[in-house]
């Protein structure tokens, strides 16, 4: 008897349905991991989380050592590749039964639904496990009957079906009997899979986000819903690039806030209590996914905004990604994502509302250049993050309230840290003039690309008449 792990965006031991369950049954276990290049570029995924998955797996492989688990890697260009190498695979190695772990894109889903139909065909067992979410997507429900559409509602629905065994942890499988296979060597496809990005920021391993997070909680829980919105303080978890690779499970991350407030997640320490609300907005969003997928099909969740007539002058959309808009903030943040693949998410708000509202442009665009940039680029919140920013998704900002950047600029960055961090050419702009430069060409700096005001009117008329 053989079990194969199939790993994906679950690259842990420690809380992993599906290596607990295989390690659980009786026989040899081997893990293996598919390399899907072509898919990844069709997907848009940035050079940075594709490095970040690599080391990641180098991790995996070496703690899945520790339990005798040999870790196999294989070219599979694309998703559709997928059926047939792992049929070759499970009748070259004996392998009777595959286990995996959810995944609820709709890419993924369809693979994952012709995997599981070829192998049973060829008399495979296959068991599938949930873990990225607490609550399985589909499962939460309006009075109605209906999926939710809201946030609020679908967090009291949350709260109001957790089970103390939602939250129960899988413990690290126990060591196996001696393997026959050979571990996969990842030197090069970690020296073919590089990016311009400080591999440093970014730390790879559960050990390292298992210690980062209980310092992030320990020092900086209780502040976190004070400090969470001003981008020049380092106040924010940074977890979103392990979460979505599987480096840990929200519920892990769950029960170390369980830990740190009284073994309370709705109420008690502010903080604590906030960034529980987040994790669940991540929840929130793979709901929709799921629910709505058109939303991860180039649509936009309100059908009417489709009708909206985008600006494509692509001057004007390049000034956005080089970071030289002439609005310090919008630059800032910019200039942040391509520097770190990361961006914060108030930055991103400002951004994102930006090019979708004062440049009246295709929100798409956008989603798309983020993914490619991010390292924590993720279909469901990204998605939900540009279509709220746009007025076009669900529980979206209301088209009418549109952020100012100048304004943003002076309450989440008063005294312009954030702003010269990142536009080395108002490093010597007095504060008085920072986030709005007069005369910017002195400082070497861009005239603003559009007037504020006279954007946001013509936003709000283009939507007010759809
Ligand atoms: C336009 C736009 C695009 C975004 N794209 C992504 C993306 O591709 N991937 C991604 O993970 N997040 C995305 N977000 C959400 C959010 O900006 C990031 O999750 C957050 O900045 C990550 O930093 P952190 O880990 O320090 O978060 P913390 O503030 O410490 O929050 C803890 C965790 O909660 C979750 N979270 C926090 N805010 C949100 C939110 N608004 N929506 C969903 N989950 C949230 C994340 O998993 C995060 O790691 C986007 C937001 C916007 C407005």
Not at 25 to 45: A, P
Not at 82 to 93: A, G, P, Q, R, W
Not at 337 to 351: A, C, Q, S, V
Not at 417 to 441: A, G, Q, S
Request: net charge positive; glycine share 4%; charged share 25%.
């Amino acid at each position: 008897m053989r079990n194969l792990v199939w790993f994906r965006n679950d690259l842990r031991v420690l809380d992993n349905p599906a290596l607990y369950h295989a390690c659980s049954e009786t026989g040899e276990v081997v893990g293996l991991y598919f390399l899907c290049e072509k898919q990844w570029l069709i997907h848009g995924d940035a050079a940075c989380k594709i490095n970040f998955w690599i080391r990641n797996l180098q991790c995996l492989q070496t703690s899945l050592k520790l339990l005798n688990i040999p870790l196999i890697v294989i070219k599979a260009p694309l998703y559709q590749d997928i059926e047939n190498k792992i049929l070759s695979f499970v009748d070259e190695h004996n392998i009777t039964s595959v286990y995996f772990n959810n995944e609820y894109g709709v890419n993924e889903l369809r693979r994952d639904r012709k995997v599981y139909s070829v192998l049973l065909n060829n008399q495979i067992n296959v068991s599938n496990f949930h873990e990225q979410t607490i609550h399985t997507p589909g499962t939460l429900k309006t009075q109605a009957g209906d999926n939710f559409k809201v946030y609020s509602p679908f967090k009291r629905s949350w709260f109001k079906n957790l089970k103390k065994e939602h939250l129960e942890i899988l413990p690290v499988p126990k060591r196996q009997n001696n393997s026959s296979f050979e571990t996969s060597s990842l030197a090069h496809y970690l020296s073919s899979y590089t990016s311009d990005i400080d591999e440093s920021l970014w730390p790879a391993g559960e050990e390292y986000i298992h210690d980062h997070v209980d310092n992030f909680l320990s020092q900086k829980g209780s502040s976190y819903k004070l400090n969470r919105d001003y981008p020049s303080l380092d106040a924010t978890s940074k977890l979103s690039p392990y979460l979505n690779t599987g480096v840990v499970s929200s519920k892990w991350c769950l029960n170390k806030a369980l830990e740190y407030n009284g073994m309370k997640l709705d109420s008690g320490d502010k903080g604590i209590v906030h960034w529980v609300s987040e994790i669940l907005w991540r929840e929130f969003y793979r709901h929709i996914i799921y629910n709505f997928p058109k939303v991860s099909k180039n649509k936009p969740f309100v059908d009417k905004t489709s009708k909206i007539k985008w600006n494509h002058d692509d001057f004007l959309y390049q000034k956005w990604e080089d970071g030289k808009t002439g609005i310090p903030i919008v630059d800032a943040g910019m200039r942040q994502l391509k520097k770190t693949g990361w961006m914060h998410n108030r930055i991103r708000m400002i951004t994102a509302m930006f090019l979708s509202k004062n440049l009246l442009m295709d929100w798409q665009k956008g989603e798309k250049y983020f993914m490619q940039n991010l390292i924590d680029g993720d279909i469901a919140s990204n998605n939900g993050g540009w279509q709220w920013s746009a007025s076009t998704g669900t529980d979206a900002a209301p088209y009418f309230r549109i952020m100012n950047p100048v304004s943003q600029s002076k309450r989440f960055d008063p005294k312009g840290t954030y702003i010269r961090t990142w536009v080395h050419e108002l490093e010597k702009c007095p504060l008085e003039d920072i986030h709005e430069p007069k005369n910017p060409e002195q400082y070497g700096y861009y005239e603003p690309i559009v007037d504020l005001k006279l954007s946001r009117k013509k936003a709000i008329d283009v939507f007010s008449n759809l």
